[in-house]
């Protein structure tokens, strides 16, 4: 066995990397790299961004135990859920509007994430229609977001389009029907919606044209006039998502796909056990990052109570991880993999594809090293036994 393998050994032996290697590097390169307003929609949060900074506290109440003992055999850091094999149990979170950050969009995740085997869950308020996404990484592995809109043609005609273009697992967006209140996004008076950015599955779907009264292909104008732009908008707006959700709609749901149902933004154990009852195929813990609701409890906080509750049911985890030894964390407290938003988009922000694939291999290789040292082989190995509570350790960010 190697002393040092992987990305770590290829970073040294070239001596360096152009891309920084800390969370904090890749937010502050993506902050000089992008035009203010694009950046601060990114990165901000809810209100005072209370919440975003929970997020990130709260993995400093846990620490890892270290193990020595070990049977020699290297650390296998590939997972399965839902049926989709992963390289490590880190996936792409759907972050919408990523043509913020590079023109490339999407697409560029799509192909970093396809080479690193990881998984890109695709928000529904995607830049690039979810066809294009696959096209460019046919090897990929891919799920779709879906924000469930206010009009069944335009909800059906989306899992149908998903389907076709190979997606194998639907996220069911719960966590993100209102909008929360977004300090930084007043302060600049930007909303990308409104200025047409994020609508590319939406432009390129006949049922929101016809919704949106826009004539034409939906291939042929996703980048319509200021007047088409408007309309769109205000379409969007309208029918993005339905303002009801209740257990007994995952039946509904299921006579439109056969693909498998994670639901995300599950914080409370009663609402882990109605869904698990209800026909879920997995919950995915998340506050939507610290975006919605400021003052929230952190993420983290209610993932044992959730995961207890699903009695068996995949967990994954979103909000908050920023290191492959957080993700250790989560794993350990029952999540069976991971999410990552803005650590990806600032990624994408300062290098495109090649710094969506440098994020993506950090978290991999530090992963995979943490999970030999806690003495472990696989990823479902870990459990509460392999962390203590510690005093919390403020964090670098202060709430605004």
């Known amino acids: 066995m190697t002393y040092t393998a992987g990305y770590q050994s290829k970073v040294l032996a070239a001596g360096g990397s152009p891309f920084p290697f800390t969370v904090r590097g890749l937010e502050e390169a993506a902050r000089e790299a992008l035009p203010r307003r694009a950046f601060e929609y990114i990165a901000g949060g809810a209100g005072r961004e209370r919440t975003l900074a929970a997020n990130e506290e709260a993995f400093a109440r846990w620490g890892l135990t270290y193990k020595i003992l070990r049977d020699g055999r290297p650390a296998d850091p590939s997972c399965t859920v839902l049926g989709t094999a992963m390289s490590f149990p880190v996936m792409l979170a759907p972050a919408g509007v990523a043509g913020l950050a590079h023109p490339e969009a999407e697409n560029a995740a799509a192909r970093a994430a396809a080479r690193v085997g990881a998984v890109q869950v695709l928000s529904s308020a995607t830049s690039t229609p979810l066809e294009e996404v696959a096209e460019a ?53 930007f909303f990308p919606f409104g200025r047409g950015h994020g609508l590319g599955n939406y432009l390129s779907d006949p049922r929101f044209r016809e919704l949106a009264g826009l004539p034409g292909h939906p291939l042929g104008a996703l980048r319509p006039d200021a007047a088409g732009t408007r309309a769109a908008a205000d379409a969007w707006n309208r029918y993005y998502t339905r303002p009801a959700l209740a257990p007994e709609d995952l039946e509904r749901l299921r006579s439109w796909t056969d693909l498998p149902i994670a639901v995300k933004g599950v914080c409370r154990a009663d609402e882990a056990a109605r869904l698990r009852d209800g026909g879920a195929d997995a919950l995915i813990v998340s506050n939507h990052g610290g975006r919605q609701l400021d003052a929230g409890t952190a993420a983290l906080d209610c993932l044992p109570d959730v995961a207890e509750a699903a009695a068996g049911l995949p967990v994954l985890f979103d909000s908050g991880v920023r290191t492959g030894t957080d993700v250790l964390i989560a794993l350990a407290l029952g999540a069976r ?31 995979t090293g943490a999970l030999a040292l806690t003495g472990h082989h696989r990823p479902g190995d870990l459990s509460p036994a392999d962390l203590t509570a510690v005093p919390a350790i403020p964090t670098s960010r202060s709430p605004r």
């Open 337 to 367: 993999a991971v999410m990552i938003g803005r650590s990806w988009l600032y990624g994408l922000a300062i290098g495109g594809e090649a710094g969506v694939e440098h994020v993506l291999r950090c978290l991999q290789g530090e992963f």
């Open 137 to 189: 990484a046919p090897e990929g592995r891919r799920w779709f977001q879906f924000a469930w809109p206010d009009d069944e043609k335009l909800a059906r005609s989306l899992l149908d389009r998903a389907h076709k273009a190979g997606y194998t697992a639907v996220v069911l967006q719960g966590d993100c029907h209102v909008a929360g209140w977004r300090t930084r996004e007043l302060d600049n008076g």
